[in-house]
């Protein structure tokens, strides 16, 4: 299948970004995630089609944009929601179904119909969890990066400890998928971005 290319990425966050800074931030991000993931896979030789990795990477956060409040900042407790923003601004810009569903189901290690239910998510009920390789791929990658303020790099250890926050069935399945990719090699991506490695 002929995907979207690498520059409707950089047209579709500009579309939806409220702002220069946002867009600073979010497409930084998405770049990281996309390099992490696609050196994760060469490294592994991984059966994966790696246009479509490439630009889910590069489109997994555009549902961060509809989060922001006019005055910058991103309204509290709703940024659980933005995988499915994502996902629905991708279908209304007439976007391959497989790249929505890398957005709506990267959140975490995967968010059940019983995570949103026992937690009292703020998102439709259902079960938005990586299935193919492409969408674990990711998933995985996008956790060895945050958005916060400054922006930073996660070693492998540092995220597991922060997923068993979430419960032993969560961190269990970020050991699986460490175990499936490997751990990434942050140090290329941190030298070149500036950003601080986070390992505790």
Same mark, same amino acid.
Not at 73 to 92: F, N, S
């Given at each position: /299948? ?16 409220? !702002?220069? =800074?946002?867009?600073?931030? %979010?497409? !930084?991000?998405?770049?990281? *995630?996309?390099? $992490? ?10 059966? %994966? ?9 590069? &489109?997994? @956060? &555009?549902? *961060?944009?509809?989060?922001?409040? +006019? ?13 499915? =923003? ?9 976007? +391959?179904?497989?790249? =929505? ?7 975490? *290690? ?13 998102? +439709?009920?259902? @079960? ?10 990711? /998933? ?14 996660? !070693? +492998? ?17 970020? =050991?699986? $998928? ?6 990434? @090699?942050?140090?290329? $991506? ?11």
């Amino acid at each position: /299948m002929t995907w979207p290319t690498v520059e409707d990425a950089p047209a579709l966050h500009t579309k939806h970004a409220p !702002t220069t =800074a946002a867009l600073e931030l %979010i497409y !930084t991000h998405c770049e990281i *995630v996309a390099a $992490l993931a696609l050196d994760l896979a060469d490294r592994r030789q991984l059966d %994966i089609d790696h246009d479509l990795v490439r630009i889910g990477a590069l &489109v997994h @956060d &555009v549902g *961060v944009y509809t989060l922001y409040r +006019p005055e910058g900042t991103i309204t509290p407790g709703t940024y659980i929601r933005h995988g499915v =923003a994502g996902h629905a601004i991708l279908q209304a810009e007439g976007w +391959p179904e497989q790249i =929505a569903r890398i957005c709506s189901c990267h959140t975490g *290690v995967g968010l059940t119909r019983q995570d949103i239910e026992r937690r009292h998510l703020p998102i +439709p009920p259902g @079960d938005y969890t990586a299935i193919t390789r492409e969408e674990k791929l990711v /998933m995985y990658a996008d956790k060895f990066h945050t958005k916060s303020s400054p922006p930073a790099f996660l !070693t +492998p250890d540092a995220y597991a400890r922060e997923v068993a926050r979430f419960g032993p069935d969560k961190e269990a399945l970020f =050991a699986e $998928l460490r175990d499936e990719f490997g751990d990434p @090699d942050l140090e290329p $991506l941190q030298s070149r971005y500036a950003h601080a490695l986070r390992s505790e």
